[in-house]
């Protein structure tokens, strides 16, 4: 491969043909700063922050689009340069909502750094911010008053997730971020995933603050508020307290939770493994008896939002089964509280969640039993770290507590859950055992594994070949379903997660400064997943004390008709 010579602030390099000046500087650890570019999903060169000097040329040029030359000399922080960013920051401040204070995103804002970096302590130029109202119609929160126009949020939603709730209309000083028609997100398509918050360098999106809600029901005598965690917050919630990416929380949460005064602290793996349970005998029943194929998990909201639509010719593909927050919502107002001696009116079910989206699905009509919702209030892992702050608990020195026992028993399959490939490779742990009828040691599918969009496999069980396909964020899945639309692949069981790289990579995880190191992130968090499900006592759901507990005591058997009235649901067909 031919080699481009040139000169970067003095240091000679040598790259390949198309490279960009961004990556040419980023490979001499030369730090060129950006605000509207990401790499792989939104690379406009529009906000001119990484403009660079080049001798010869003339004026400034955007180092994320401009490709090396023969020979050029670059000159990345000249007192043109550092002059013209300064202006290019003042104009978008200009023209910003600078209550910094009270926004979401303080200390957390790309913005803030930059102008912290750049040491703007004043904006020269007049501010003009008159940009339509906050839109607070659904989970997701549009304040386009704080929008710098960067688009990243409108790639993220059309070219990664093709969901196209999203878009940049009008030009010059009348250019915005909308949604089609200046409708409210909630009338739109919007899946509710928030990758849309998670890749804005501002707050001008944030989810819906369900703090208040939870704090007013701690705070009242009548009710009986327990709370459940899913797995993915325990490898990530330590991040707002400065531990290491990855680390696992598990115990310091349950005590930070129990000391926020929940009355009971209960964990979503159980309903994991109830999840795996009723959706291991539905595949089987389908495989068996006919049944509509290729059976489509129905976990995560965001993709059976996705699903019904842009692909309701799929609608009876989507297992039956509720989600795991929604079936443990279901058994804690009507198991639980049985057990307990309890009033089902008087419990109130609190989710932590990695996901937007769970907001939407707690809302849902068909979500109930009973007239009961089954989960009354979401709060994402940044909302729980907001109310761990507010009642000023030292997270990082806590003692590690055990969740309550009768709902917060789980296994490893439960756990891994949180990474795509999980709630096949579970389903698949259970499926093995049932049709062979054996306690198999072979349990960990690798090839159900990792973080490629799309991945395909054939497993054996029992002498027939079951074939399965994994796919995270809707973008993949919508290619996966078009190919089974064409009648270009055939499978049994597929698994999709709405959030690229699935729950740990949630639209209401902690927000990462450095998006670029979203993947690196994505890895170590699901690395300590797989640890998680590797140290566990038991790793496959049927195994689970209390899963087979609650069968004998109050459902029967998976698929009963007690376990589908309350653990089962239907999809609705919505406009496209």
């Not at 940044?382 to 030292?394: D, F, G, H, V, Y």
């Not at 979203?518 to 170590?524: A, F, G, M, Q």
């Amino acid at each position: 491969m031919d080699k481009i010579n040139l000169k970067i602030d003095g240091i000679d390099i040598a790259v390949a043909k198309g490279t960009t000046l961004l990556q040419a500087a980023k490979a001499l650890q030369i730090d060129i700063p950006t605000l509207c570019f990401m790499q792989g999903v939104h690379e406009p060169g529009s906000c001119r922050i990484c403009v660079v000097e080049v001798e010869g040329w003339r004026g400034l040029h955007p180092a994320c689009v401009t490709k090396v030359e023969e020979g050029i000399v670059v000159k990345t922080s000249s007192k043109l340069v550092r002059e013209t960013r300064q202006e290019l920051l003042e104009l978008i401040l200009a023209n910003h909502n600078r209550e910094c204070l009270s926004c979401a995103r303080n200390q957390k804002c790309e913005l803030q750094k930059l102008s912290e970096d750049f040491g703007i302590s004043s904006v020269y130029y007049e501010k003009k911010v008159a940009r339509e109202a906050m839109d607070l119609s659904g989970p997701i929160v549009r304040d386009s008053s704080k929008c710098v126009l960067c688009g990243r949020c409108v790639s993220m939603c059309s070219t990664i997730q093709q969901v196209n709730a999203i878009e940049i209309a009008e030009r010059g000083a009348h250019t915005a971020v909308t949604t089609p028609f200046e409708e409210n997100l909630a009338e739109r398509n919007c899946i509710n995933c928030g990758q849309c918050i998670k890749i804005c360098p501002v707050g001008a999106l944030q989810e819906r603050d369900d703090t208040d809600k939870v704090w007013s029901a701690l705070e009242d005598p009548n009710l009986h508020v327990v709370v459940q965690t899913a797995p993915a917050v325990r490898v990530a919630l330590g991040e707002e307290f400065g531990l290491p990416i990855g680390t696992n929380v598990r115990g310091k949460m349950v005590t930070a939770l129990k000391r926020l005064g929940f009355a009971k602290v209960f964990d979503t793996t159980f309903s994991a493994d109830l999840t795996i349970m009723e959706e291991g005998t539905e595949l089987i029943q389908r495989i068996q008896y006919g049944g509509k194929l290729p059976m489509i998990t129905s976990c995560s909201p965001g993709w059976v939002k996705f699903c019904e639509h842009n692909y309701t010719d799929f609608l009876d593909n989507l297992s039956s089964c509720k989600s795991p927050q929604q079936m443990f919502g279901a058994v804690a107002k009507s198991y639980y509280p049985q057990k307990e001696d309890l009033d089902p009116k008087k419990v109130f079910v609190v989710s932590v969640m990695p996901c937007t989206a769970k907001k939407f699905e707690a809302d849902r009509e068909e979500l109930a039993v009973k007239g009961l919702k089954d989960v009354d209030a979401v709060i994402t892992t940044r909302e729980l770290a907001k109310m761990i702050k507010q009642a000023r608990i030292n997270f990082k020195e806590l003692e590690d507590s055990e969740y309550d026992q009768l709902l917060g028993t789980s296994t490893g399959a439960g756990v891994i859950f949180a990474n795509t490939g999980g709630v096949m490779e579970a389903a698949l742990r259970t499926v093995a055992d049932v049709l062979t009828g054996q306690d198999l040691q072979e349990i960990e599918y690798q090839a159900v594994r990792g973080l490629e969009g799309i991945k395909e496999a054939t497993v054996n069980i029992n002498g027939m070949d079951v074939k399965v396909a994994i796919a995270h964020g809707t973008g993949n899945a919508a290619k996966l379903l078009d190919k089974i639309r064409n009648h270009e692949a055939d499978y049994h069981f597929i698994e999709v997660m709405g959030c690229p790289g699935g729950c740990i990579n949630g639209g209401g995880q902690p927000i990462l400064m450095d998006k670029a190191k979203t993947p690196e992130v994505n890895r170590l968090r699901a690395a300590s997943i797989y640890e998680l499900d590797k140290t566990a006592v038991k790793r496959k759901s049927h195994d689970n004390p209390e899963i087979t507990k609650i069968y004998e005591e109050y459902l029967g058997e998976p698929a009963s008709h007690r376990s589908h009235e309350l653990l089962h649901t239907h999809y609705v067909a919505r406009q496209k």
